[in-house]
């Protein structure tokens, strides 16, 4: 597991729960930290589930999700 | 000893695993996608990883593109049915089953669309030669049981659609699936249709299309996917655009236990070989087989001659306690072929379970009926 920067969240909602247990798999293989949590509904009216990352590695992860269709999301607030 | 014959209708006995994993999600409960609470997401990864060794099992990169079904003929009617026929005109191999032929009926009654048969040799196995003088430009679609579940003649699918070039190939891989080399990718399958319980040994219930191109077909079933449930709209992304309602959790759990058995054959194949050589000189019995063995699965009959089938069906299990299945086998058109219609054959299809011993017993029992007659 890679060390917790604490440089606030971003969450990445994905199309469907096959792209969510994908992209999972690759962050989770990776090591870095992340959770799944339900989709915030201030963002979306989705009733199913998001993966939520540090912000610090954002970069890093959208490089190894390729070409996995995601939306990203900064919040200010843990939700 | 097992004695069960009956592996082309389901399974008997599952791998371990199978079990295992449906108690495990008994256990557990909770559904696919739709809430982030561990339960739903402890299913949501088995869920998905089911697919991805579905995905691997049939030789295709393209998981989203293998989309759960309840079976392989549920599978081969969201393709059939789904697919616009601007030609109206299909192209199948002579072994179909009915999963086929009643769909394509149906659309023969309603919108017209003609089928044409694959030119073969006499046990129903495309004849490539010939088959290089088709113009399949001037078709929508081709379809090919790539094991026959009456004589277990396997069709060389590469080959055929290396000629059929950009007509789309519908693959029936009920018989094959977990028996045979599915190379989806390589051999460049438009789609293929898999059921859970036969060949792959998990439990019934289970299915599943691959389709390369999503665009190719409508959806069958519309409704609720956890996904875009603002909208009125089935999503497009795969595998959602296949996949409303909840699926079946409890036999993807099990198909999960079949697939990571990784259970290889207890018999030889050079047994089997000679098993089949023995019977058909047998002069009570005719074989339905593969005029070459290199394209034979396990799967084979037997029309006995001078008496009914269900007849011997009936010894081979009274006296012998052999199973096996009897009649048509849901595949009329395989049957005339093969010169057996309207009164079909006896089937024997084998698992994995199967040792040598088992297949020599076998061999005794045939060969005491057969002396009993001549």
Known sequence: MREEANTGFTILIFSNIHQVMHAEKIIADKGYP?????????????????????????????????????????????? | MNLYFDNSSTSFPKPEGVSQSINEYFSHGGTYGRAAYNRVIEVS??????????????????????????????????????????????????LEHNAVCRPLQYLFQTAGVGVDTFPHHPDGR????????????????????HVSNVNGVIQPIKE?????????????????????????????????????????????????????????????IFGGTGSNSESYLQPIDLPDRFEAGTPNIVGIYGLWGALSSGMGYSFKREHFVELLHEISTFSSFKLLAADDTDFQSDVFSIKPLGMEVSELARILFEKFSVETRSGLHCAPLAHRTLGTFTTGAVRFSLSKFHTDNDLDYLHSCLKKIDEGRS
């Open chain 2, 45 to 94: 990864r088995k869920v998905e990883s089911t697919r991805s060794l579905l995905a691997n099992l049939i030789g295709t990169s393209l998981a989203p593109n293998v989309v759960f079904t309840s079976n392989a003929t549920h599978a081969i009617n969201l393709f059939i049915r789904g697919m616009r026929y601007p030609k109206k005109k299909v192209i199948i191999s002579p």
């Open chain 2, 126 to 145: 495309i004849d490539i030669q010939k088959a290089a003088k088709v113009n399949f430009a001037s078709y929508d679609l081709g379809i090919i049981n």
């Open chain 2, 160 to 220: 055929i659609k290396r000629l059929m070039g950009n007509t789309p190939l519908l693959v029936d891989a009920s018989q094959s699936a977990g028996r045979v080399e599915i190379r989806a990718d390589e051999w460049k399958l438009d789609a293929l249709a898999l059921t859970g319980h036969k060949g792959i040994m998990g439990p019934t219930g289970t299915g599943a299309l691959f389709i390369r191109n999503p665009d190719m077909a409508d959806p069958l």
């Open chain 1, 34 to 79: 992340y959770r799944i949590v339900p989709v915030p509904s201030n963002l979306s009216s989705e009733c199913g589930l998001c993966i939520r990352i540090e912000s610090s590695y954002l970069d890093s992860i959208l490089s190894d999700l390729q070409n996995i269709k995601v939306e990203i999301h900064t919040l200010n607030n843990e939700p």
